[in-house]
Each structure stands twice: as structure tokens, then as C-alpha cells.
């Protein structure tokens, strides 16, 4: 199976930083794209940042800036810079990786459980 480990969340002031890692372990053959995704309460799940295993990125419009998506493909890590934070950006954060477990099979899904990251004003 596939585990991936986040750490990396806490508490901050506004306009503090936070840098955010996710490991992915286990039966994996190649992995295509990482992600951070984030969840307020009530609000859905939404992309925060992503990067290709070629390392193109993407960000939300609302990160743009402050956070920054990196990658260790030697160590099947991801990390998310994020800087200038503030209170909006209270969310529990959530890894996500595009793999294949087998070189035959399709890209999968996996999540990461979740990091809470909590900015005060």
C-alpha cells in the first residue's frame, strides 16, 4: 500500500510562515504530480498548490506570491512554503499524489491525513 505523511502545521500570527512537508512510501513505481490541497470548516476542499514531476506548477489565485510548491523526487517528498500567511488561510491541509503502483497500472489517487494549520490576527 501507499502512506503518505504530512507534518509541518501549527499555530502562527498573521504574516508568520509555515513550511509544510508530505512524504509518500510504499509499493510505488513512479509518481506524476504532488499537491497540496486545503479544507475550512464548511467550506469544500480546494487546490492550494501543484507541481508535475517535470516541476510545473499552479497556484490558487488567493496563494499567489507567499506560497511556494517544491519537490524531492529522489525522496518522493513534496513541501509548501508559505509565507506572509494570515488568517484565511486557517485550514486543515491535505497532501495528495497522482502515482502508479505498477508500471502497467493507471495514475491512482492517495491522501495524506491531514495537517491543521491555524493563523491568529
Known amino acids: 500500500q501507499v502512506q503518505l505523511v504530512e507534518s509541518g502545521g501549527g499555530l502562527v500570527q498573521a504574516g508568520g510562515s509555515l513550511r509544510l512537508s508530505c512524504s509518500a512510501s510504499?509499493?510505488?513505481?513512479?509518481?506524476?504530480?504532488m499537491g497540496w490541497y486545503r479544507q475550512a470548516p464548511g467550506k469544500q476542499r480546494e487546490l492550494v498548490a501543484r507541481?508535475?514531476?517535470?516541476?510545473?506548477?499552479n497556484y490558487a489565485d488567493a496563494v499567489k506570491g507567499r506560497f511556494t510548491i517544491s519537490r524531492d523526487n529522489a525522496k518522493n517528498t513534496v513541501y509548501l512554503q508559505m509565507n506572509s500567511l494570515k488568517p484565511e488561510d486557517t485550514a486543515a491541509y491535505y497532501c495528495?499524489?497522482?502515482?502508479?503502483?505498477?508500471?502497467?497500472?493507471?495514475?491512482?489517487?492517495?491522501w495524506g491525513q491531514g495537517t491543521q494549520v491555524t493563523v491568529s490576527s
Open positions: 510504499g509499493r510505488i513505481f513512479s509518481i506524476n504530480a
Open positions: 495528495n499524489a497522482e502515482l502508479r503502483t505498477t508500471g502497467w497500472g493507471r495514475l491512482l489517487d492517495y
Open positions: 507541481i508535475t514531476s517535470g516541476s510545473s506548477t
